[in-house]
């Protein structure tokens, strides 16, 4: 018999009111209000405080509050990035942020799906898929990113964007849901 936790982790559907779910988002949730509200010259504190949130955090990032995600060991930052205000991370399965990525204020990476059937929905059952972020991506202000996509290296998605399926490399994409309009130099 599997537990919830692992139905999550292997992308199968599970219900996350499991009580060993409920610990472990109730243990981000208590980090990420404590970096949410910890005093913007503590660096050191606001360092520490992501560094046992999330999965991984690389040298020379900066996430800026308010930061908020369901377990945080799920999200795993590269070395350069640049998080601006707003950022929700719903990990249920991994989120994968690459290196020198900025991302824009109000962006929302969002793993989880629901079944569309209205039952297995109403007794709560949900399951995730993965998200990449590529190296050297730019997500503008407000951008959204659905349940396993990927997004390659260098591409620049515009403020606003829905992003349902994956993008290649090297290109800009925008719109609702995101086109590509574009390709850029690598």
């Given amino acids: 018999m599997t537990t919830m936790r692992e139905r ?3 992308g199968e559907l ?16 208590s980090l990420s209000h404590r ?6 010259a503590d660096q050191a504190l606001r360092r520490e405080l992501l560094t046992e949130l999330l999965g991984g955090l690389g040298e020379d ?3 800026r509050p308010p930061f908020r995600c369901d377990y945080g060991r799920q999200t795993f ?17 991994t989120v994968t942020i690459g290196d020198d990525v900025q991302i824009g204020p109000n962006v929302q990476l969002l793993t989880p799906w629901h079944p569309v059937a209205a039952g ?5 059952w949900e399951a995730a898929s993965p998200i990449v972020i590529g190296d ?4 503008g202000g407000g951008v959204i990113v659905l349940p396993g996509v990927t997004i390659g290296e260098n591409t620049v998605v515009g403020a606003g964007a829905v992003v349902t399926k994956d993008l290649p490399a090297n290109v800009v994409a925008v719109g609702n849901p995101a086109r590509i309009i574009r390709q850029v130099e690598p």
Avoid: C, H
């Fill in 8 to 10: 999550m982790l292997a």
């Fill in 14 to 29: 599970y219900r996350a009111d499991d009580p060993a779910l409920a610990r472990d988002a109730e243990r981000a949730a």
């Fill in 35 to 40: 970096f949410n509200q910890a005093d913007p």
């Fill in 61 to 63: 990032t900066e996430i």
């Fill in 77 to 93: 930052v590269g070395a350069r990035t640049f998080v601006n205000f707003g950022l929700v991370s719903l990990d249920v399965a």
């Fill in 120 to 124: 297995p929905r109403r007794d709560k």
């Fill in 136 to 139: 050297n991506v730019w997500l």
